[in-house]
């Protein structure tokens, strides 16, 4: 089959469809749980519109800490259910959904107590290692103090007395949204970013449908649905307000805040797991690079653009630190993120105990509003909603058959592994850049390789950001649903945390290979240009220090 191009002409195409045809399942937000849900009710037989205010995953789904993962702290608060729940989906992605973009990885638990603590812990990931799907992944193994700083010779002696190892998972969380979306648009579902509801068409009581906003022509455009759902995870209040009856629940926004520091600035094998007073601290790796996180704090400002302060970063310093034998400075911190996970609300102040769980309602007929859960159950939340939708429908609609349906680049993604090498040699790139490619693309990998061969100056490396090929910035927009550059230095691509200046250096030049391809002048591709600065300069005000280019294109 081939694979559906979420390009400028698919969405002109997608809006005239939006307005002209009522469809059975309305999706609000492109989220993973919203992308999730649409790819759900595509593959039980439904026709489905998802919109999207922004891009895929311009809010929580692209700012998580990056894990597909049972919640190893989850057992110690006795949620042995929602645990046994996210280790069976973990093996699912793992190794039927999508083996492309999910992959191991390793973490030590250090342990500062020679008795109880040991035992203590063991048990817990006993249960991690054997509950729902766990089997997936090694055992864990427990490591003496020697053993320990042999993985890990970047901590301190004296901040353990020896360790835990055990698997979890990760994945770039905004790559993989914006695959599930494309999933769904593959088997026929019309999706579309920059499209924002503005406000739901009622009949009577019941919803049916929404008016929504084209943010790019300005056009209003009337979507007719036999069901919405609203999967808008921190913004669900202010959707839920749109129907003007009383929310059936409410949300509460957590901020969790990640440093990135170069992989060289703190020599292990493996990723780090560690308790706070507050919450855990993570260090996971990321490419060149390591995620230093999380904070878990209450966000009452508003959903839009959190941002990380001196505080936040002040605070993931001090804990790595307590563990680390040579400290991390700010002059270390390469990119740091800030995003928002939406808890379902609770009488305590304490974020960092509300339910990770997900809850999904009715509030008024034709309406089913699902929020909460964490990215790791996602296919779980989507198909719940989707069984709320069945409901009230008349026909009989069939149970949910994402848990068998591999995500876009998943089929045949382990043949190109094993031929990466014949790849390399007929494309002329190094088989480095072959794996980077079937790791962020899959079987879908051959796609860039086919602009490469077309255009070869895509072949080269992105100046300022040497990591992706030029040809990656392109199949961005061409397929990957991609309208301004922060959609491809900020997700499609991860430039915006993973160089020093944020990706300023490559802006211009990006913005000038995505200008031909969305009919951009050289007005436009300037404005693009300064849009960016501004929004690195917002979201690095307390963070790394930001040196600003050129803002006019090449």
């Not at 990640?258 to 993570?282: A, W």
């Not at 199949?475 to 993973?498: C, F, K, N, Q």
Request: some cysteine.
């Amino acid at each position: 089959m081939t694979s559906v191009a979420l390009g400028p002409r698919y969405r002109e195409d997608t809006l005239r469809a939006l307005a002209e045809n009522e469809f059975d399942v309305l999706v609000v937000g492109g989220g993973i749980v919203g992308a999730g849900a649409a790819l759900d009710a595509i593959s039980r037989g439904l026709t489905v519109a998802l919109v999207e205010a922004r891009d895929w995953a311009a809010g929580t789904s692209s700012r998580s800490s990056k894990l597909i993962h049972g919640g190893l702290r989850y057992l110690e608060q006795r949620d042995f259910g929602l645990v046994r729940e996210a280790l069976r989906e973990r093996a699912l992605l793992l190794h039927r959904l999508a083996p492309h973009l999910v992959r191991p990885v390793q973490f030590l638990y250090p342990l500062r107590n020679r008795v109880w603590e040991r035992a203590y812990v063991s048990a817990g990931v006993t249960l991690y290692d054997t509950m729902g799907g766990a089997r997936s992944l090694p055992r864990h193994r427990q490591l003496t103090r020697r053993g320990a700083l042999r993985e890990a010779p970047a901590l301190r002696a004296d901040a353990l007395v020896g360790a835990i190892q055990y698997y979890d998972a990760q994945v770039d969380d905004a790559r993989y949204t914006m695959m599930v979306a494309r999933t769904a648009a593959q088997y026929g579902a019309r999706v579309a970013t920059r499209t924002e509801v503005t406000g739901f068409l009622r009949e009577g009581e019941r919803v049916t449908g929404a008016h929504v906003v084209d943010l790019e022509g300005g056009r209003e455009i009337t979507v007719r649905a036999r069901r919405v759902v609203c999967a808008t995870g921190v913004w669900t209040d202010g959707a839920q307000a749109m129907t003007g009856a009383r929310a059936t629940f409410a949300v509460r926004a957590s901020k969790g805040v990640h440093l990135v520091v170069p992989r060289d600035r703190i020599p292990m094998d493996t990723g780090l797991i560690t308790r706070t007073e507050r919450s855990v601290l993570f260090i996971i790796p990321w490419g060149r690079h390591w995620l230093v996180g999380t904070t878990d704090t209450p966000h009452d400002d508003g959903p839009d653009e959190p941002v990380a302060d001196h505080t936040d970063i002040g605070y993931l310093l001090e804990r790595a630190n307590a563990v680390l034998r040579t400290p991390l400075t700010m002059d270390d911190v390469e990119g740091v993120y800030a995003g928002l996970r939406p808890l379902l609300s609770g009488e305590m102040d304490d974020t960092a105990r509300l339910s990770r769980e997900h809850a999904v309602a009715e509030p008024v007929p034709g309406l089913v509003v699902v929020t909460g859960g964490k990215f790791t159950t996602y296919r779980v939340m989507a198909r719940d909603a989707v069984d709320v939708v069945a409901e009230g429908l008349d026909e009989s609609v069939p149970a949910s058959v994402t848990g068998r349906l591999p995500i876009l680049g998943a089929v045949g993604f382990e043949v190109l592994w094993n031929e990466r090498r014949r790849l390399a040699a007929r494309s002329g790139l190094h088989v480095a850049r072959i794996e980077h490619l079937l790791r962020r693309y899959g079987s879908c990998a051959q796609d860039v390789l086919d602009l490469v061969a077309a255009e070869p100056e895509l072949g080269a490396p992105i100046p300022g950001a040497e990591d992706y090929l030029c040809a990656e910035a392109v199949y961005a927009v061409t397929h990957e649903g991609a309208l301004h550059l922060e959609d491809v230095l900020a997700r499609r691509l991860r430039v915006s945390i993973e160089e020093w200046d944020g990706g300023l250096a490559a802006a211009a030049h990006v913005a000038d290979l995505l200008a031909p391809r969305l009919g951009w002048s050289r007005e436009d591709a300037a404005d693009e240009v300064k849009r960016y600065v501004l929004q690195i300069r917002a979201e690095r005000r307390d963070g790394p220090a930001v040196v600003e280019p050129p803002v006019t294109a090449a």
